[in-house]
């Protein structure tokens, strides 16, 4: 729960430290995962579990241990390239090109890889969870600034659904997903559609994540403000290890930094009037 003293004790401490003036920002935009909601750390073995199953049940089956590799190398190959280039994948190509290497030859788009992937996904509805007092804090936020999301998510209609299921989609006025735009975070595309869904310019915006890279400099280099939420580090949060760890321990540039939500509102002076 929030305190409202806790907040402005906060407030004096941000002005102190010179952190950042928010008075010409107009929005606010958000990052979804490890930002909003968190996935346990067992999320994948357990997706992983039911792709396989859902294979075996249509006839296709193959060593487990076979194709867990051959998907590890897929996903380090095609997510490696979209990192690269910015542009999206999507888990359909890598089941295809990990049964390839088992032996089976299917189109990304039969139905045998669509129901694999909603079998994959459906773990994630079970295993995720939302951050303390994140629907609190939108609600405050919302009823002020237009606020958006950007989330590099490979299948829109999971994205969606999990933004209905944890009660978010109100809040927003636009959602931005990698999978459906066909570019993900950092790429410049990614957070152009973003500024330019909630009608404001680069530098009216405010845009909050935990990645230092995708998120916090990719923001920066797209010329706007950011705010690096280290809520599940500071709090030692474990949650789902990443095929590409970032490769930034913190963002190239100083922004600011909280840990939770009550801080991150300390740095809105008229929303908490001393």
Not at 22 to 36: P, S
Not at 246 to 253: C, F, G, I, N
């Amino acid at each position: 729960m929030f305190n409202h003293k806790s907040i402005l004790k906060a407030q004096q401490v941000n002005a102190a430290r010179g952190i950042m003036d928010i008075g010409f920002i107009k929005a606010i935009g958000f990052d979804l995962f490890n930002t909003l909601i968190v996935a346990k750390p067992n999320t994948l073995k357990e997706s992983m579990n039911r792709l396989i199953d859902s294979l075996w049940n249509t006839g296709i089956k193959f060593h487990k241990s076979e194709f867990k590799e051959a998907y590890k190398k897929a996903v380090i190959e095609l997510v490696g390239k979209a990192r690269e280039t910015g542009i999206e994948t999507h888990n359909k190509f890598w089941i295809t090109k990990a049964l390839s290497e088992v032996g089976y030859q299917l189109n990304p788009d039969d139905p045998e890889i669509s129901d694999a992937i909603e079998a994959y996904f459906s773990a994630f509805f079970e295993y995720c969870y939302i951050i303390p007092d994140t629907l609190k804090t939108l609600e405050i936020l919302s009823s002020s600034f237009p606020l958006g999301l950007l989330t590099n998510f490979t299948d829109p209609p999971v994205a969606k659904k999990l933004i209905e299921e944890f009660h978010l989609r109100p809040f927003f006025e636009t959602i931005v997903i990698s999978g459906q735009l066909g570019y993900r975070k950092p790429h410049p595309k990614a957070f152009k559609k973003l500024v330019d869904s909630l009608g404001v310019k680069p530098d009216e915006l405010i845009y909050v994540g935990d990645d230092p890279g995708p998120d916090i400099d990719g923001a920066l280099e797209a010329g706007i403000m950011a705010v690096w939420l280290t809520y599940t580090q500071d709090h030692g949060v474990r949650n789902i290890p990443l095929a590409f760890p970032t490769d930034l321990k913190r963002p190239s540039r100083p922004v600011p930094r909280v840990n939770d939500w009550q801080e991150f509102l300390s740095l809105f002076p008229n929303l908490y009037p001393a």
